[in-house]
């Protein structure tokens, strides 16, 4: 019986993996997948260009983190920071560079920053005045998380009161601004490159067993089992599988039922040649209009040319599904080629076309969710589950890679020392 079950290889799950090595605790960690990564596994299509699902910059605010990426060896790229809000899909000339809030040649007139503030609608109205809120924040966010800002919590923005670091810069007119360009690291081979060569360096490779998924858990019994037809107990688990699946593991089907998440369809197109002008120098875009499909779309090529091979050059677009007016994978796909020529792509020089739909795309603010994880957290640890990551713990704000990571590490000291487990409730603290 191993020690430690762990549900999902993404970056919580290995988080948690290095540490049992490290620490020389027994383990399993089971995923139903193909590949080490999660939803920071990197694809390489049948025509050589490679697509990240998810995750693409990345940031670290831990030691922890750091060691791993140097262990693992992989060589990184540093990429300039270049991202642009597309405001009107009618061609370049309303594309703007980010932050928006900081391309403003006049003061609003309308700011209320020390009104109440009772969900996301009120904060970006308060804070950006209506103009920003009406043609950018508003049709822009309820494109990513596919809901209406009233039923969205406000306090992810900052990564809660007290930040050292805003998540949503603040407001300011052009050029009062002086930051200077930044460059951010980025793994070549693509992100998923990177986990996987954590696993290769720094993990047992015999305790790890892919393409096996977990079936049902009993928490009381505290025993998995599996697709394989084998069942595993377990002292306790380390579970990334969304917490909504945790939930009805004991009994909590209803209520998981009031969390959100997002559904998206990942759209890749690969082109042979050089990138148009409007989109050479870009890491990434921002789009607020719903004529356009997607709501952001990643240069991957930029940020590595082995994305694309010489000659050629990738874009990833991010496709929002509403429940009401559901797009299939199919129209995605027609639909970002259109928007890509009205930036100057040529459709003749398409060389692949790649898609996948993420039924879990983010896990979304809503009102009222915070209460609910944790009441939930409480039930899940009696029975020694430690429900976390980017949906195991539902958390948009504690969920980049480099908190993922950590999540799973503090996971394992919680269990064994109870150690405190502030990258997953206080992020706002690194």
């Known amino acids: 019986m191993p020690t430690f079950l762990v549900i999902g290889a993404g970056t919580t799950g290995i988080g948690a993996a290095v540490r049992l090595t490290e620490l020389g605790i027994d383990h399993l960690v089971v995923d139903g997948g193909k590949r080490i990564g999660g939803m920071s596994a990197s694809i390489t299509d049948d025509a050589g260009f490679t697509w990240d699902l998810g995750g693409h910059v990345l940031h670290s605010h831990f030691e922890d983190f750091d ?221 607020p209009d719903e004529a356009v499909p997607w709501y952001r779309a990643t240069m991957l090529s930029n940020y590595d040319e082995a994305n694309a091979g010489p000659g050629r050059w990738n874009i990833l677009c991010e496709v929002p599904v509403f429940d009401e007016t559901p797009v299939s994978a199919a129209d995605a796909v027609a639909g970002v080629l259109a928007s890509l020529r009205q930036l100057g792509a040529d459709p003749a020089r398409v060389a692949a076309r790649f898609v996948t739909t993420l039924e879990h795309g983010y896990p979304v603010p809503t009102i009222g969710r915070d209460d609910l994880l944790r009441e939930a957290d409480k039930q899940l640890l009696a029975h020694g589950i430690y429900s976390r990551g980017r949906f195991g713990g539902w958390r948009y704000e504690s969920s980049n890679q480099d908190y993922g990571y950590v999540q799973g590490r503090q996971a394992v000291d919680h269990a064994l020392y109870g150690t405190a487990e502030d990258v997953y409730w206080h992020p706002e603290r690194f």
């Open 67 to 287: 060691r791993a990426v140097a262990a693992s060896g992989i060589a990184l790229n540093h990429v300039t920071r270049n991202g642009w809000v597309w405001l009107r899909g009618d061609g370049p000339d309303s594309l703007v560079p980010t932050p928006i809030q900081q391309q403003l040649r006049e003061w609003p007139t309308d700011l209320e920053p020390d009104a109440p503030v009772n969900h996301l609608a009120d904060y970006y109205r308060n804070n950006f005045g209506s103009r920003l809120y009406e043609e950018f924040f508003e049709p822009y966010n309820r494109k990513m998380w596919t809901l209406p800002l009233d039923r969205i919590d406000d306090e992810w923005t900052s990564l809660r009161s007290g930040s050292a670091a805003r998540n949503v810069p603040a407001l300011a007119l052009a050029g009062t601004t002086t930051a200077s360009p930044s460059t951010f690291p980025y793994p070549v081979g693509g992100t998923g490159a990177l986990w996987q060569a954590v696993h290769d360096t720094m993990m047992t490779p015999a305790s790890v067993r892919l393409g096996t998924r977990v079936l049902e858990v009993d928490p009381q019994a505290r025993r998995a089992h599996l697709d394989d037809g084998s069942t595993v107990s377990f002292r306790y688990c380390i579970s990334t599988a969304p917490i909504t699946t945790a939930l009805d593991w004991i009994g909590w089907t209803d209520r998981a039922a009031t969390l959100r998440a997002s559904r998206l369809h990942a759209v890749g197109i690969g082109f042979d040649g050089d990138p148009p002008p409007a989109l050479a120098d870009k890491t990434w875009l921002y789009c």
